[in-house]
């Protein structure tokens, strides 16, 4: 990744002019935390991901331009994306569900984006949910994440590469992406309930590297999935679709540096912590 930075960089830099190079407000960074927490998930050998424990992304890019560098979550990014160039911006208060290889989240209170004390709320991956036949709890990551249509169509004696090929267009995937459209959309409805009961926001907007077809789906049975839920003592949810897409993640990042320097947020954003993007 840090061999890709450095040839990058000069590239992307190189075609522009004298005054737009003086324009470069600085260069965002979106990155996954605590990618070593799930090897297993990831395929990596044991062991092979305790590199990213104590790199920090930032400063190694750091070193390799002359801009200010700012790292945030890679989903608390796509989040920013959706609330800035987006639909969602109509809502003052919402959970952001993003559904890539793994899933992740961000939140927006009362019209900012909330990042939390270290960087990483709206941690929506971790939220435990429990399987209807009462075999125990997972976290969403479990139910509604990507790698796991992957292991659906292995178990189906079917190859999985087609997911990453086309993401406009999965509708040869049969029952296994059915299945797990399913599992998604009950997991999501179960960490938007249990998300609700503490933050009491007005919508969740679903979004992720997938068709928008396929998100559609998502978004129709995680909305009947919710009709079935006992949702008493709480206020209606509504279930939106995110605008932006696979992309999400890369604009987010790249609008780092803009929200840092003008809008609203930045008061939240540069907040000391461990992954604080200042």
Do not use: H
Not at 17 to 45: K, M, N, Y
Not at 154 to 160: F, I, L, S, V
Not at 260 to 268: K, L, P, Y
């Amino acid at each position: 990744m840090l061999e890709f930075a450095k040839r990058a960089l000069p590239e992307v830099a190189g075609g522009l002019t004298a005054a737009q190079s003086r324009r470069i407000a600085g260069l965002g960074v979106a990155s996954p935390f605590q990618l070593w927490s799930w090897e297993a998930e990831i395929g990596a050998p044991p062991s092979a991901m305790e590199g990213w424990r104590d790199i920090s992304i930032a400063d190694e890019i750091g070193r390799q331009c002359d801009y200010p560098v700012m790292l945030c979550n890679d989903a608390t990014s796509a989040c920013a994306a959706e609330f800035f160039f987006g639909e969602a911006w109509r809502e003052r208060d919402f959970l952001y569900f993003f559904i890539g290889f793994f899933l992740g989240g961000g939140l927006v209170l009362d019209g900012a984006l909330y990042t939390g004390r270290t960087g990483n709320a709206g941690a929506l991956g971790s939220m435990p949910i429990a399987a209807p036949d009462g075999s125990g709890a997972s976290q969403l990551i479990a139910w509604a994440s990507i790698y796991q249509l992957e292991k659906r169509l292995e178990r189906a004696g079917r190859d999985p590469s087609p997911i990453w090929r086309d993401l406009e267009d999965w509708s040869d995937l049969g029952e296994p992406l059915e299945g797990w459209i399913e599992d998604a959309a009950f997991g999501i409805a179960q960490a938007s309930i249990a998300a609700a009961s503490v933050i009491d926001v007005a919508a969740i907007v679903i979004d992720g590297a997938l068709p928008q077809r396929v998100r559609e789906a998502i978004r129709l049975r995680v909305a009947a999935r919710l009709e079935t839920l006992d949702r008493r003592g709480l206020s209606d949810l509504k279930v939106l679709s995110g605008a932006i897409g696979a992309d999400a993640r890369a604009v987010g990042a790249a609008a780092l540096p803009l929200i840092r320097g003008f809008a609203r947020d930045r008061e939240v954003l540069l907040k000391d912590g461990p992954n604080s993007l200042g």
